[in-house]
């Protein structure tokens, strides 16, 4: 705890300098996470998003009808959502009252709604949004983002969404911007029975009717690219941890059919995780839902209490699933602890990549410990600044010969190290 929070002020303090450098002038494109807010999106208070999904493998299709809340802190005359324009839009609504579509426009999904009269100060708007078509297709996922289309092991269909660097647009009108979290996400989602969907937050029920399930999940204040669709053949794995603070973490694991053997093996690694993360950074954020873990057709990404999972059940040389470790890390760094714009991705990965010597170190000691710091800069390029001190859109970080790249996870988790070194652990 007392590490944390010498190394939360040098990380905020970061955070805050980028904050006040100048915005960069991007054009908008659909797959353009981050970049700047429009006026009316800083304008409001995202209250809560309810989303329905019904996702048709068959297809490859989903139709979604999204009702988002918004409270004013300015008076404003207009709604702007970010919507991947592949879509097609058959439905918008403001309270209720359809917007005939000479009051509504998607240019380059950066959708504006004219409200039907303005909206004061303090009061509250509903936009409703209904959607449909053949989203995009991620080639390389989890680092090309966008719909896995993947079949298990044993022939079902097997669907999966990472949507970190192209944007929450890919899948639900949003706010596209690591600062446009909705307080409250709740979700239902229909998928052609027998197959499951597991979901952000907590569990509120399934419904059968005509050949298809509808799982609802309701969660608090997920990040932007936080809410993802995972539907397979899964089996559950449910076990509770009970913390050093008092209360009790609900355990769940969504594995493939076949796979019982193995995923008990995972498993059994998330209390010491648990044990870990508690004792050297403090109480589990959410705590109140659970620790979740789905397998997933591609490698992984930190999709708050539902972690996806596809490292195929290896352990690290160390002995233990790094990829398990790293991921859950960012249920502090990434989900509690948000950047304020991707120029600061290195709160993320950093805090992150930092984890896995420092869990060594928790194990076994100092010696492994230093050793796999070793590794980490070994790995290091460093060319480009980690924080350039400009509003960046994610891609721009990862471009090559323009942004940090790995260097925010290597060279973050090495800068932690220094910190920790000149100052100390109080």
């Given at each position: 705890m007392r590490l944390t929070r010498c190394l939360l002020a040098a990380a905020l303090a970061s955070a805050g300098f980028a904050a006040q450098a100048g915005q960069p002038a991007l054009t908008r494109t659909t797959s353009a996470s981050g970049l700047p807010r429009?006026?009316?999106?800083?304008?409001?208070?995202?209250?809560?998003?309810?989303?329905?999904?019904?996702?048709?493998?068959?297809?490859?299709?989903?139709?979604?009808?999204?009702?988002?809340?918004?409270?004013?802190?300015?008076?404003?005359?207009?709604?702007?959502?970010?919507?991947?324009?592949?879509?097609?839009?058959?439905?918008?609504?403001?309270?209720?009252?359809?917007?005939?579509?000479?009051?509504?426009?998607?240019?380059?999904?950066?959708?504006?709604?004219?409200?039907?009269?303005?909206?004061?100060?303090?009061?509250?708007?509903?936009?409703?949004?209904?959607?449909?078509?053949?989203?995009?297709?991620?080639?390389?996922?989890?680092?090309?983002?966008?719909?896995?289309?993947?079949?298990?092991?044993?022939?079902?269909?097997?669907?999966?969404?990472?949507?970190?660097?192209?944007?929450?647009?890919?899948?639900?009108?949003?706010?596209?911007?690591?600062?446009?979290?909705?307080?409250?996400?709740?979700?239902?989602?229909?998928?052609?029975?027998?197959?499951?969907?597991?979901?952000?937050?907590?569990?509120?029920?399934?419904?059968?009717?005509?050949?298809?399930?509808?799982?609802?999940?309701?969660?608090?204040?997920?990040?932007t690219y936080a809410i993802a669709l995972n539907i397979g053949p899964y089996e559950l794995l449910q076990g509770e941890y009970t913390s050093r603070y008092g209360n009790t973490i609900p355990l769940r694991f969504w594995y493939l059919k076949g796979n019982k053997a193995k995923a008990e093996g995972l498993f059994a690694e998330f209390a010491p995780m648990l044990d870990f993360f508690e004792e050297v950074i403090g109480p589990y954020p959410f705590a109140d839902e659970k620790m979740g873990v789905v397998e997933t057709p591609h490698l992984g990404m930190e999709h708050q209490t539902i972690n996806a999972y596809g490292n195929d059940y290896k352990k690290a040389d160390a002995g233990y699933d790094w990829l398990l470790q790293h991921e859950f890390a960012h249920e502090w760094f990434g989900n509690q602890l948000t950047h304020r714009d991707w120029d600061d991705f290195w709160l993320h990965e950093g805090f992150g990549s930092y984890m896995q010597p420092l869990y060594l170190q928790w194990l076994r000691g100092d010696m492994e410990y230093m050793a796999a710091l070793m590794k980490q800069r070994a790995a290091l390029v460093n060319k480009y600044p980690v924080i350039s001190g400009r509003g960046l859109p994610e891609s721009e970080v990862y471009k090559p010969g323009e942004g940090p790249g790995n260097d925010v996870y290597y060279k973050g988790s090495l800068m932690l190290h220094t910190l920790r070194g000149l100052i100390g652990d109080e």
């Amino acid at each position: 705890m007392r590490l944390t929070r010498c190394l939360l002020a040098a990380a905020l303090a970061s955070a805050g300098f980028a904050a006040q450098a100048g915005q960069p002038a991007l054009t908008r494109t659909t797959s353009a996470s981050g970049l700047p807010r429009a006026p009316e999106q800083e304008a409001v208070a995202f209250e809560r998003a309810d989303l329905a999904f019904k996702v048709d493998p068959a297809r490859k299709s989903l139709d979604g009808d999204a009702t988002l809340t918004f409270l004013a802190s300015k008076p404003i005359d207009r709604l702007v959502v970010d919507l991947d324009s592949n879509y097609r839009i058959g439905l918008v609504e403001v309270d209720g009252k359809a917007i005939d579509a000479a009051h509504w426009r998607n240019p380059e999904g950066r959708m504006t709604v004219d409200l039907p009269k303005p909206l004061a100060a303090g009061a509250r708007a509903a936009l409703r949004i209904r959607y449909a078509g053949n989203p995009h297709v991620a080639n390389k996922a989890p680092w090309d983002g966008g719909f896995v289309w993947a079949t298990a092991p044993t022939g079902e269909p097997w669907v999966a969404t990472a949507v970190q660097g192209e944007g929450c647009d890919l899948l639900w009108p949003c706010i596209d911007h690591p600062q446009g979290e909705p307080r409250e996400v709740i979700q239902h989602v229909s998928v052609p029975a027998p197959l499951v969907a597991a979901g952000n937050g907590i569990a509120e029920g399934m419904d059968e009717k005509d050949g298809w399930r509808t799982y609802h999940w309701r969660a608090k204040q997920p990040n932007t690219y936080a809410i993802a669709l995972n539907i397979g053949p899964y089996e559950l794995l449910q076990g509770e941890y009970t913390s050093r603070y008092g209360n009790t973490i609900p355990l769940r694991f969504w594995y493939l059919k076949g796979n019982k053997a193995k995923a008990e093996g995972l498993f059994a690694e998330f209390a010491p995780m648990l044990d870990f993360f508690e004792e050297v950074i403090g109480p589990y954020p959410f705590a109140d839902e659970k620790m979740g873990v789905v397998e997933t057709p591609h490698l992984g990404m930190e999709h708050q209490t539902i972690n996806a999972y596809g490292n195929d059940y290896k352990k690290a040389d160390a002995g233990y699933d790094w990829l398990l470790q790293h991921e859950f890390a960012h249920e502090w760094f990434g989900n509690q602890l948000t950047h304020r714009d991707w120029d600061d991705f290195w709160l993320h990965e950093g805090f992150g990549s930092y984890m896995q010597p420092l869990y060594l170190q928790w194990l076994r000691g100092d010696m492994e410990y230093m050793a796999a710091l070793m590794k980490q800069r070994a790995a290091l390029v460093n060319k480009y600044p980690v924080i350039s001190g400009r509003g960046l859109p994610e891609s721009e970080v990862y471009k090559p010969g323009e942004g940090p790249g790995n260097d925010v996870y290597y060279k973050g988790s090495l800068m932690l190290h220094t910190l920790r070194g000149l100052i100390g652990d109080e």
